[in-house]
């Protein structure tokens, strides 16, 4: 699709320069994604102001077939809020429509719209006494919108799921323009095939959230968080069988942290300290949470991680003894991707298996790397809890970063092969975007890809929904 200066100068007449932005400066940070993997060039940024304005933007996008790029917080791991380098897309960003419409604590649910800001989502259901639980190292600068489109993960998805489980209902612009407005906060509602589920983690490919309507639970009122040295992965996935089961199901959070990972935050960003004195070859972060004040979720931790000792399952931990200790120890869980860019080239797998095939895929993974990849260091790690594994590997000290780049794509098919055999995503949590859609196309089952192709076309004939991500047109 083409967009010559007269649509823009239409679609200027149409919303206004205070909605239709040109200028460089404006531009700039939207044409290259999080991981500086890609450089686009933007038609223009929208910034409107009402969901009538995007229903009106996109209307006549679609009548004039503009590509529309959907921006958030750009935190995309896969350069799905980029445009392409043609210049004819028009970047939509929604940082305009932020407002929290409402909070409803008797229902436990509350209605944001897309551009708000996930940690303002998160402070203003805790005003209200209650937990959103999503949460993602991201959540200062990610909008709810950017998370919903994403199907995003996070920390605590062990206990309460994929942002997908967080949703009652949706507000989406569709392509056409029309709105499609279900915002209910109904938690059951069995009419007609379920919509709103097609719009999370679409990633922008088949309209335009604006709002959603989510899901609260009580605020945690006891919280018990330990870093724990284990042996080796199979020993992490038998603790959080043991602490799931000894707590009532109460484990918030339980993420895998490597020997390296803290070597490289503590090398490289300032503050963070090893939390136990001697080195192990593997870690876990794990967090019991309730919200009964009185459940005693330390003292059930501390007996279960001492019996765990006495089972070979932990060589050592350490208890946060304060809220600034508990921090410290997810601060430096948080940092492990900025300590890895820091340190040099890095590639990044985001991949999951089920939880108790985990050790045996870090295994034979590890295995294949060393026997077969060069100038590279593994830094694995991530959300064991949910069996959701960053499977990473940073440039050898010493080493040049091409090195390691070069060897990529063998790197990428390898291992996306082994999670296939393992019955495993290639994409647990952080989408296909651009720099997927070719895997997509590889391990999607031929009936599913008709599928979603057909659903592509019905929802957007035209194909102005963010181009080139997801789907191979
Ligand atoms: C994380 O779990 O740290 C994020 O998904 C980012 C990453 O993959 O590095
Ligand atoms: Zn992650």
Redesign the pocket.
């Known amino acids: 699709m083409t967009a010559g200066n007269g649509s823009l100068a239409r679609l200027e007449a149409l919303l206004g320069a205070d909605v239709i932005r040109t200028a460089a400066a404006e531009l700039e940070p939207l044409q290259q994604d999080h991981r500086r993997l890609y450089q686009g060039r933007a038609l223009a940024l929208a910034l409107p102001r009402t969901v009538e304005e995007v229903s009106t933007l996109l209307a006549f996008c679609h009548a004039q077939r503009i590509g529309v790029v959907p921006h958030a917080g750009n935190t995309s791991?896969c350069g799905g809020a980029t445009p392409d380098a043609s210049g004819t897309q028009l970047v939509l960003s929604l940082r305009r429509l932020a407002a929290i419409r409402a909070v409803d604590p008797l229902n436990y649910s509350m209605v944001a719209e897309a551009g708000c800001i996930l940690a303002t989502l998160q402070q203003a259901a805790a005003a209200a006494d209650r937990f959103f639980p999503l949460s993602?190292?991201?959540e200062g600068s990610c909008q709810i919108g950017g998370n919903l489109s994403t199907n995003a993960?996070?920390?605590n998805v062990v206990r309460y799921g994929m942002t997908r489980d967080l949703v009652l209902g949706l507000e989406v612009v569709l392509p056409d323009g029309r709105l499609l407005s279900s915002l209910s906060s109904v938690r059951k509602d069995n009419t007609g095939y379920d919509l709103k589920s097609l719009f999370v983690g679409a990633e922008g490919t088949l309209g335009v959230i604006t709002a959603a309507s989510l899901k609260l639970f009580p605020l945690p009122r006891d919280v018990a968080t330990a870093f724990v040295a284990v042996p080796r992965p199979q020993a992490a996935v038998e603790l959080l069988v043991r602490l799931r089961e000894a707590s009532g199901d109460r484990v918030g959070s339980f993420?895998l942290v490597p020997q390296i990972a803290i070597d490289l935050t503590t090398r490289h960003i300032p503050g963070i300290v090893a939390p136990l004195d001697r080195a192990s070859p593997w870690y876990v972060l794990c967090e019991l949470s309730s919200p009964r004040a009185d459940e005693g979720l330390g003292v059930l931790l501390e007996t279960e991680l001492g019996r765990a000792f006495e089972a070979g399952l932990v060589t050592d931990a350490v208890l946060a003894q304060s809220e600034r200790e508990r921090q410290a120890f997810w601060r430096l869980?948080?940092s492990?991707?900025t300590a890895?860019t820091r340190d040099g080239a890095s590639l990044?797998h985001?991949v999951s298996v089920p939880v108790a095939q985990l050790p045996a895929f870090i295994e034979q993974a590890s295995r294949w790397i060393e026997a077969q990849v060069t100038d590279a260091v593994l830094v694995a790690?991530?959300?064991v809890g949910d069996g959701?594994l960053?499977f990473?590997l940073n440039q050898a000290p010493g080493t040049p970063a091409e090195a390691l780049q070069a060897q990529e794509a063998k790197i990428r098919r390898a291992i996306h092969d082994l999670v296939h055999d393992f019955g495993g995503s290639f994409s647990a949590?952080?989408g296909i975007g651009r720099s997927k859609v070719e895997e997509l196309a590889r391990y999607a089952p031929p009936v599913e890809l008709e599928l979603m192709q057909a659903i592509k076309r019905a929802l957007d004939p035209h194909g102005i929904m963010n181009p080139g991500k997801v789907l191979q047109p």
């Open positions: 791991y993602l190292g991201s993960g996070g920390l993420e869980r948080e492990v991707p890895q990044k985001d790690y991530g959300h959701n960053h990473n949590e952080h």
